[in-house]
């Protein structure tokens, strides 16, 4: 069995499929900036594994892909009981509901410590009200030792809904590479973009374009700024990068108001960092969100930020410091806000550079890897499960 020798425990991180996304990014950061010398890591994915892998610069992590099928997936326990056994991890580190289940056969196969962390609010409950999903966490907390709550909304959520003490619930922000995200000294070009040139004010989102994420509100408040302030449209322009079925809806919205030549759908786009800096203007139009990885690497390039309150929104954008808030249906306070900015270069700066600042005081990659760490070591000392100590119990 690889790594069998090897002293050092290891965390298994499982997810409902690795690809894309602000949760997938935190576990790469998570891994690649973790002492090498104090744990190994693997990564279970319940579905597939795509070649977002590639992002994972440390050379021994092993990546599993089970291909589940949609559903509750009690057929896998024995497969999952296996991979336990031979992996023998000390640690498992589930993350969000669809990847809750696998704590039952982690204790089965006497996995030590059992990690299970919120990340953000289920498409089908942004409101937290399901019962039956708090029934559900609740019910599998039995089998988990700490949840790990990545902003103060999520925490409230398992006290308050699901029931859990304070105790049982570690509240880790996300972090950010601040040495990798950084303001650029003059507005950088972006590889293929249409829109480098000096006099736009371009406009920028990234995420999977789906119902959670919203960009069609983005689109709406595009149209809608351009509609109000016509003498804009030499200037404003919008990125919308990531792939998924809003996109031609968000593409739609755009083309019925003759304004599809000002944006941009270019799809996926890898490496983002090199893209943020040639932005004007960051807008985050999510449903819902846990902590925001784009919103803070957003602030750490020095970019003013337009955000929905939502989640954990609230808690990365300081309203009128380092950016502004907005109802996650108002349309016409996204565009307001638009139209405020692009009139109003001191006023960017000023938001960019305490954003900046912000990220570097609060939210660093180091601070976030070394709670997860001193985490892992409390717990692999301590095997107590959540449940235990549950309200009632």
Same mark, same amino acid.
């Not at 040495?179 to 590889?191: D, L, Q, T, Y």
């Not at 739609?252 to 083309?255: G, N, T, V």
């Given at each position: 069995?690889s790594?069998?020798?090897?002293?050092?425990?290891?965390?298994?991180?499982v997810v409902y499929?690795?690809?894309?996304?602000?949760?997938e990014?935190g576990?790469?950061?998570?891994i690649?900036?973790m002492?090498p010398?104090?744990?190994?890591?693997?990564?279970?994915?319940?579905?597939?594994?795509?070649?977002?892998?590639?992002?994972i610069?440390?050379?021994?992590?092993?990546?599993f892909?089970?291909?589940?099928?949609?559903g509750?997936?009690?057929?896998?326990?024995?497969?999952?009981?296996?991979?336990?056994k031979?992996?023998?991890?000390?640690v498992?580190?589930?993350?969000n509901l669809?990847?809750?289940?696998?704590?039952?056969?982690a204790?089965?196969?006497?996995v030590?410590?059992?990690?299970?962390?919120?990340?953000?609010?289920?498409?089908?409950?942004l409101?937290g009200s399901?019962r039956g999903y708090?029934? +559900? $966490?609740?019910?599998?907390?039995?089998?988990v030792?700490?949840?790990?709550? !990545?902003?103060q @909304?999520?925490?409230?959520? *398992? #006290?308050?809904?699901?029931?859990l003490p304070?105790r049982c619930i570690?509240?880790i922000?996300?972090?950010?590479?601040?040495?990798?995200?950084?303001?650029?000294?003059?507005?950088?070009?972006?590889?293929?973009?249409?829109?480098?040139?000096?006099?736009?004010?371009?406009i920028g989102?990234v995420?999977?374009m789906q119902?959670?994420?919203?960009?069609?509100?983005?689109a709406?408040?595009?149209?809608?700024?351009?509609?109000?302030?016509?003498? +804009? $449209?030499?200037?404003?322009?919008l990125?919308?990068?990531g792939?998924?079925? !809003?996109?031609? @809806?968000?593409q739609?919205? *755009? #083309?019925d108001a003759?304004?599809e030549?000002?944006?941009?759908?270019?799809g996926?786009?890898?490496q983002?960092?090199?893209w943020?800096?040639?932005?004007?203007?960051f807008v985050?139009?999510s449903?819902?969100?846990g902590?925001?990885?784009?919103i803070?690497?957003?602030?750490?390039?020095?970019?003013p930020?337009?955000a929905t309150r939502?989640?954990?929104?609230?808690?990365?954008?300081?309203?009128?410091?380092?950016g502004?808030?907005?109802e996650?249906?108002d349309v016409?306070a996204m565009?307001?806000r638009?139209?405020q900015?692009?009139?109003?270069a001191?006023?960017?700066?000023?938001l960019?550079?305490?954003?900046?600042?912000?990220?570097?005081?609060?939210f660093s990659?180091?601070?976030?890897v070394?709670?997860y760490?001193?985490?892992?070591?409390e717990?692999?000392g301590?095997?107590?499960?959540?449940?235990?100590?549950?309200?009632g119990?």
């Open positions: 069995m790594g069998a020798r090897d002293p050092r425990p290891l965390i298994l991180h499929r690795f690809d894309t996304g602000g949760l990014n576990v790469v950061n998570l690649n900036h002492d010398r104090a744990y190994r890591h693997a990564v279970l994915a319940l579905t597939e594994v795509t070649d977002f892998r590639h992002r610069k440390v050379p021994d992590v092993q990546y892909a089970l291909n589940k099928a949609p509750h997936g009690f057929w896998l326990y024995p497969r999952l009981y296996r991979i336990f031979q992996l023998r991890p000390a498992v580190h589930s993350r669809a990847a809750l289940e696998v704590v039952l056969p204790w089965a196969a006497g030590p410590v059992r990690v299970h962390g919120e990340h953000g609010r289920d498409v089908s409950d409101d399901h708090q029934r +559900l $966490r609740r019910f599998y907390g039995a089998w030792h700490r949840f790990v709550a !990545l902003s @909304d999520l925490a409230g959520y *398992l #006290r308050q809904r699901v029931g304070d570690s509240q922000y996300n972090g950010v590479d601040a040495r990798r995200f950084n303001p650029a000294p003059v507005r950088a070009s972006i590889e293929g973009s249409p829109f480098n040139a000096p006099e736009h004010f371009l989102t995420g999977r119902s959670v994420k919203n960009q069609t509100l983005l709406q408040a595009f149209v809608l700024a351009l509609s109000q302030r016509p003498d +804009l $449209r030499p200037r404003l322009r990125l919308m990068a792939e998924g079925p !809003l996109r031609a @809806d968000a739609q919205i *755009l #083309r003759a304004c030549e000002l944006a941009w759908l270019p996926e786009r890898g983002i960092e090199r943020m800096p040639g932005l004007d203007l985050l139009p449903r819902a969100e902590i925001s990885n784009t803070l690497e957003a602030m750490a390039c020095g970019l930020v337009i939502v989640g954990g929104n609230p808690e990365l954008v300081e309203e009128g410091v380092t502004y808030l907005v996650s249906d016409t565009a307001g638009i139209v900015l692009a009139d109003d001191a006023l960017c700066r000023s960019g550079r305490a954003g900046r600042s912000r990220v570097e005081q609060n990659l180091d601070a976030m070394g709670a760490q001193s985490m892992y070591d717990l692999l301590a095997r107590k499960p959540a449940a235990m100590a549950l309200k119990n």
